[in-house]
């Protein structure tokens, strides 16, 4: 035995099978200028060593690697964790792996990640970009001649696949319900219009206010990381306002638990003096404490849509124009706006 499957190498096999290094390899990549005899040899030679032929060098022996990587924000976002195991079914299902990819919603990592990529040779890229500041590493991918498919977000000046919730329109229903309920002063807690989701969602609030007749109050929007200690920074400075909002709309679900805390800390309750709408459902939190009203995005499937568009176009079936996939969202009403009794 010439050592673990992990330590036994194509020269190993070729020493016990008394061939050469290169007839291992036609065997291994099913070559036919092998004889039935030699090929067997082989064969019982790599039975016995256990040995393990490398996926990635076969790939690159095909030109062909079996791999697609996936590049979101924020992998610790359960938004993102239904994502990635959208795509990981879909990749699987189809014969390919998927390397994971966490940016940390910093464009320079972003950057190294992409190169990263490049140099592994993936196939196609699923990606969340950090915002419209990533549009040159996704023209470096095009360059590269890599396919990519964007999910979630978009990026301004970048034409390709994209599946992403309808954000304008699912901000607007989360006001509109808070208007209804009889809330004036709406806080908006929001990242940079930089990010697709933010800037459509920000529309989304505006549009809202102006459809019930009402101004938008700039001092009612907070731009904040959307992180829990966005969400709670941001609280902090509309509680200082000397009319604090009687309810807020937070970008995200983290937004809203960092805003929810602060609330709390500052010995107020949600919703009697503060109300709360927000984007994305947590869904263990969910189950045990029906707490966030939200508008739940269909995160799984923007996953398993995005890597299918993304399979499509590595494998030939589809070599038209941009496709671009809007999916609904679903209105969850719950405690935090007020709207059900305790």
Do not use: W
Not at 139 to 160: K, Y
Not at 179 to 187: A, E, F, K, P
């Amino acid at each position: 035995m010439a050592g673990t499957a992990a330590t036994v190498t194509i020269k190993d096999v070729a020493r016990l099978a008394g061939v050469s290094p290169m007839t291992v390899s036609r065997v291994i990549n099913g070559g036919t200028r092998v004889s039935p005899a030699t090929r067997r040899r082989v064969e019982d030679s790599i039975s016995e060593l256990g040995y393990v032929p490398s996926r990635l060098a076969r790939g690159l022996i095909r030109q062909k690697t079996g791999t697609l990587a996936l590049i979101v924000p924020d992998v610790a976002n359960p938004f993102f964790t239904l994502v990635v195991r959208g795509a990981e079914d879909v990749a699987r299902r189809a014969g390919y792996r998927i390397i994971l990819c966490d940016t940390r919603a910093d464009l320079e990592l972003e950057r190294e990640v992409i190169e990263e990529m490049i140099a592994h040779r993936v196939e196609g890229i699923a990606i969340a970009p950090v915002s419209d500041q990533s549009r040159p590493h996704l023209e470096r991918l095009r360059n590269f001649g890599i396919e990519f498919v964007l999910v979630d977000r978009s990026v301004q000046g970048i034409d390709s696949d994209v599946v992403f919730g309808d954000n304008a329109d699912g901000a607007r229903r989360l006001v509109k319900h808070l208007l209804d309920l009889g809330h004036r002063r709406i806080g908006f807690i929001v990242e940079s219009d930089d990010v697709s989701t933010a800037r459509d969602r920000h529309q989304g609030y505006r549009d809202a206010l102006h459809a019930a007749g009402l101004e938008v109050d700039e001092t009612l929007i907070e731009r904040a990381p959307a992180d829990p200690e966005g969400g709670s920074t941001a609280m902090r400075r509309f509680l200082e306002h000397e009319h604090t909002p009687t309810a807020v709309f937070a970008v995200n679900n983290l937004v809203a638990l960092g805003a929810i805390e602060a609330v709390r800390a500052a010995g107020l309750d949600v919703p009697d003096d503060v109300a709360f709408v927000c984007f994305d459902d947590i869904e263990h939190a969910s189950r045990l404490y029906p707490f966030l009203t939200v508008m739940s995005q269909p995160a799984e499937t923007l996953g398993t849509i995005g890597t299918q568009l993304l399979l499509d176009r590595i494998e030939g079936r589809a070599a038209g124009p941009p496709r671009i996939v809007v999916l609904p969202a679903q209105f969850l009403i719950r405690r935090s706006c007020g709207a059900l009794a305790a």
